[in-house]
């Protein structure tokens, strides 16, 4: 099926946990490829937000080293920033460890406020 824009519509399926981040995990790549009984499904059993306030963003290019650096982080599957209030709101498939979350901000060139 293709969209009004030209662009094939592509189904995604559930697969590995990256697929999570890139939509289909290798073995799903093409079409018709493996039964579903031979595949290992991971399905999140619920979603987690998490808030965190970080200190010093002051424009958009913080606002996008900072989601680059938090996307990167396992089970994240979004990642949203108020640059007015410094609040960030992370998505993800299971429990974040706090020091790999202050570690991925810290190197995007902020902190953790608190």
Do not use: F, Q, W
Not at 81 to 95: F, H, K, R, W, Y
């Amino acid at each position: 099926m293709t969209c009004s824009n030209g662009i094939p519509d592509n189904p995604t399926r559930v697969g590995d946990a990256g697929s999570l981040k890139r939509g289909v995990s290798p073995s799903e790549n093409s079409e018709g490829s493996g039964s579903p009984a031979k595949r290992s499904l991971l399905v999140p059993m619920h979603t987690i937000y998490s808030v965190y306030d970080v200190a010093g963003m002051t424009c958009e290019h913080c606002v996008a080293s900072v989601t680059a650096k938090l996307s990167e982080l396992d089970h994240v599957t979004d990642v949203t920033v108020n640059l007015t209030t410094g609040a960030v709101t992370i998505t993800s498939a299971d429990e974040l460890n706090h020091r790999r979350v202050a570690a991925a901000v810290a190197h995007a060139g902020h902190r953790l406020a608190g």
